[in-house]
T-cell receptor, first 113, second 118 residues
Framework: DAGVTQSPTHLIKTRGQQVTLRCSPKSGHDTVSWYQQALGQGPQFIFQ???????QRGNFPDRFSGHQFPNYSSELNVNALLLGDSALYLC????????????FGDGTRLSIL | AQKITQTQPGMFVQEKEAVTLDCTYD???????LFWYKQPSSGEMIFLIY??????QNATEGRYSLNFQKARKSANLVISASQLGDSAMYFCAMREPDYGGSQGNLIFGKGTKLSVKP
């Protein structure tokens, strides 16, 4: 039973570029959430997708956008990258049925030069 | 206002001893859930234990137990019989509201780094 998988593992970009991160949820899960974790901090909620729509959003600018596909996988897009976007980006999946915890992937470590 | 507070940036414990990691929270909701996650240096967040605000008994999962004191708004994690593999960052998180069918987002504390000494 595959858990949450994220790609790529590491990524290096320069300021102003755009990036797309990918996430496949755990089997049986239909909800995907994205978090940003800066060095030495706890994860911060970016947004959540359910039924291919953004259901909730944290305090992040419009440069952060996402998408969920019919197979429940998801993408996180960040435009006009800033140095401050350097972080570990975590994807978490969960099931809409029942009161279950979110399961996280290993994350994508994004470095902005 | 900070919703999850973890006051211990770092903790040391001797192998095979028990350790308590502190967590206090702030909410005006009656329905909320409290979680503990472990994050090794690899980065993955590993779910450890969950406590619902309406649960009357403290949650337990193997060597992990959650000391839930609702009136004090605290949800401390107790790890018994510490192992070297327990060395990691530990995060307390809250989900509000917390009812079946709703997958609200998690609010995390800043974490506690636990080091287990042989």
């Amino acid at each position: 039973d595959a858990g949450v998988t994220q790609s790529p593992t590491h990524l290096i970009k320069t300021r102003g570029q755009q990036v797309t991160l990918r996430c496949s949820p755990k089997s049986g899960h239909d909800t995907v959430s994205w978090y940003q974790q800066a060095l030495g901090q706890g994860p911060q909620f970016i947004f959540q997708y359910y039924e291919e729509e953004e259901r909730q959003r944290g305090n992040f600018p419009d440069r952060f956008s996402g998408h969920q596909f019919p197979n429940y996988s998801s993408e996180l897009n960040v435009n006009a990258l800033l140095l401050g976007d350097s972080a570990l980006y975590l994807c978490a999946s969960s099931s809409e049925i029942g009161n279950q915890p979110q399961h996280f992937g290993d994350g994508t470590r994004l470095s902005i030069l | 206002a900070q919703k999850i507070t973890q006051t211990q940036p770092g903790m040391f414990v001797q192998e095979k001893e028990a350790v308590t990691l502190d967590c206090t929270y702030d909410t005006s909701d009656q329905s909320y859930g409290l979680f503990w996650y472990k994050q090794p240096s690899s980065g993955e967040m590993i779910f450890l234990i969950y406590q619902g605000s309406y649960d009357e008994q403290n949650a337990t999962e193997g060597r992990y137990s959650l000391n839930f004191q609702k009136a004090r708004k605290s949800a401390n994690l107790v790890i018994s019989a510490s192992q070297l593999g327990d060395s990691a960052m530990y995060f307390c998180a809250m989900r509000e509201p917390d009812y079946g069918g709703s997958q609200g987002n998690l609010i995390f504390g800043k974490g506690t780094k636990l080091s287990v000494k042989p």
